[in-house]
């Protein structure tokens, strides 16, 4: 107790409450600045890990896969018959690859989603297993690069046949044949999961291919594996999957970016790279495995890229290979991390290192909140005598965010794309706005609560999404601003809310990624159940709102000024 009296007696000498209150503003602008660069250490050397295998049932690499030269012929007739489907209804392709599985022996079913052509699924019941557990194999029509899936489907066939002639499997194969990755894929999923009759039990882990027109040949492959809502597959799946790929001598690649050339600053790109694919995962480049989020699926992407150097059977054997591994386990994958950051297909960053970043955006909206409060020259003894008309404006506020978020995803494509143009707009019809007030106590509060609100946004998001949270962060990150700028010039108000509006964000969005981003992420909540759109504009909007709206009340000639009683 006398220590701590000490120490009060101390601050209260050398007058550091008011000193630091009087540094808030600066402090929030230091605290979103660090955020960055904590980040931007993470590729340092020390700071990350080396991949590895947790779970030691999966031994991956351990067998040999007899998927190999004697099988190119059957992938290479299959191709050639597939590659005469290109052209034909997609329902003529469907019946001749039906035709194929049952040749095999296998039973074919189909999906009929409603909206698009029907997926057909084929299930190959394991000769050890319970019927309990499966795999997925999926091998679409068209891929992501929205090319004809040739090779991947004559792989998929051919590796179809060769797992006929293991007797190891103690888990179900289903090899699934949707049009797409996107709606249709999702809608498969979501049927096996409620109302389709023939299932093979619980999905452990899903691979979905991507094999173009490469011929017999590809020079490496990419692993896509940022699922929908923050979600990512379990990261001993994606180890299993590279350790395979480094036994045969396949280089891979992460975000666009080869393991043959790792260093710091190719681990920064990857990093960043990681954040945004998965902030914008559902939006733009969907490629399949984004469809088994929320199911407890683990699921990634690989496509195979280049026309020369690796045969075509390697790329099978890394789908045998994996397959084999998980058909090891005797649970479900739980050893390893399902909360992490690639720095390269061998390096990763776990979420005890990364978590900080956005703890202090947190802090630095909570510090922003304060100053708005603190530092304005309002009287706080003022604040519950105007505490109904807060909650009024915030309630407002966040019933018309309601109304958007069930209106505008009702709209029409050409209608979406007047959508962020026209509310991007919203600071100009702010500015022009002069409401008479009679003081300032009403505004700083509402400015002050609305940072506390984005401030709680991004603590409930830290680690369910962590990429969301950091994002939203950053970009709104100009509305702590407000409260210090609008005391001296209005007009750097009003830049600081049309450069936070999200909006005006989407607007950018869409001259960066060269396409109409909105409406994508309007249709992946739409198609996918991806809840950023619902994000924005129940959590970040709002805020923006109320903060918009109390600036037009503030009187630029009364700010600042300290009461008498504060004299």
């Known amino acids: 107790m006398a220590l701590a009296e000490k120490v009060l007696r101390k601050i209260h000498k050398l007058n550091l409450i008011p000193k630091s209150i009087r540094l808030l503003p600066r402090l929030s602008f230091v605290l979103a600045v660090f955020s960055i660069l904590w980040l931007?250490?993470?590729p340092q050397d020390g700071n990350y890990r080396n991949c590895y295998i947790s779970e030691n049932a999966l031994m991956p690499g351990q067998v040999t896969s007899y998927f190999r030269e004697s099988e190119w012929n059957i992938v290479r007739g299959y191709r050639h018959e597939i590659k005469q489907l290109e052209q034909k209804p997609i329902e003529q392709r469907n019946e001749v690859i039906t035709q194929w599985l049952q040749d095999l022996g296998l039973p074919v079913s189909r999906h009929h989603n409603g909206f698009t052509n029907d997926t057909i699924y084929s299930i190959m019941h394991a000769s050890?297993?319970?019927?309990?557990?499966?795999m997925a194999l999926v091998v679409p029509w068209i891929n992501s690069d929205n090319e004809?899936?040739?090779?991947?489907?004559a792989l998929g066939m051919a590796l179809m046949r060769y797992f006929q002639r293991i007797s190891v499997w103690s888990k179900n194969i289903i090899l699934v044949v949707p049009p797409d990755g996107k709606q249709s894929l999702r809608s498969w999923v979501n049927a096996y999961h409620t109302s389709l009759d023939d299932t093979a039990g619980s999905i452990e882990a899903a691979i979905i291919m991507e094999y173009g027109k490469q011929g017999d040949n590809f020079q490496y492959y990419d692993m896509f594996y940022e699922g929908l809502n923050g979600q990512l597959p379990n990261l001993d799946l994606l180890n299993t999957a590279n350790q395979i790929g480094q036994h045969e001598g396949i280089s891979s690649s992460v975000q666009g970016i080869s393991d043959r050339a790792i260093n710091f600053t190719n681990r920064l790109k990857t990093l960043f790279a990681g954040i945004l694919r998965l902030v914008v995962a559902g939006s733009r480049d969907v490629h399949g495995h984004e469809a088994f989020s929320g199911w407890q699926i683990q699921a990634f992407t690989i496509k195979a890229k280049g026309s020369q150097g690796h045969d075509v059977t390697q790329f099978g054997r890394i789908i045998d290979s994996t397959f084999r591994s998980v058909n090891n386990?005797?649970?479900?994958?739980?050893?390893?991390f399902f909360f992490y950051l690639m720095l390269s297909p061998k390096h990763f960053v776990s979420i005890g290192t990364y978590l900080p970043s956005a703890v202090m955006l947190a802090v630095a909206y909570a510090f922003g909140a304060l100053n708005a409060i603190l530092n304005s020259g309002i009287d706080i003894e003022q604040i519950p005598q105007h505490l109904s008309k807060l909650l009024t404006t915030a309630v407002t506020s966040?019933?018309?965010?309601?109304g958007l978020s069930i209106i505008v995803p009702q709209t029409s494509l050409v209608t979406l794309k007047y959508v962020p143009l026209t509310l991007s707009a919203l600071p100009l019809f702010f500015a022009n706005s002069h409401r008479q007030q009679a003081s300032n106590t009403t505004g700083f509060a509402l400015i002050g609560l609305a940072l506390l609100i984005i401030a709680f946004l991004i603590t409930a998001l830290l680690i369910v999404h962590f990429a969301l949270a950091l994002t939203i962060g950053l970009l709104a990150i100009p509305l702590t601003f407000v409260p210090t700028v609008i005391q001296r010039n209005r007009k750097l108000a009003v830049l600081c809310l049309v450069t936070s509006n999200p909006?005006?964000?989407f607007v950018l969005a869409n001259g960066y990624f060269g396409e109409?981003?909105?409406?994508?992420?309007?249709?992946?909540?739409?198609?996918?159940?991806?809840?950023?759109?619902?994000?924005?504009i129940l959590g970040w909007f709002p805020a923006w709102l109320m903060i918009a709206y109390a600036t037009t009340g503030i009187s630029i000639s009364q700010a600042g000024k300290k009461t008498e009683k504060e004299e």
């Open 40 to 42: 931007a250490t993470l």
């Open 128 to 134: 050890r297993g319970e019927n309990t557990e499966a």
């Open 148 to 153: 004809f899936n040739e090779g991947a489907m």
């Open 329 to 336: 386990l005797l649970e479900k994958f739980h050893q390893s």
């Open 398 to 402: 966040e019933v018309i965010c309601v």
């Open 503 to 505: 909006f005006f964000v």
């Open 516 to 536: 109409d981003f909105f409406a994508n992420l309007i249709a992946s909540w739409n198609q996918l159940q991806c809840w950023t759109w619902l994000v924005v």
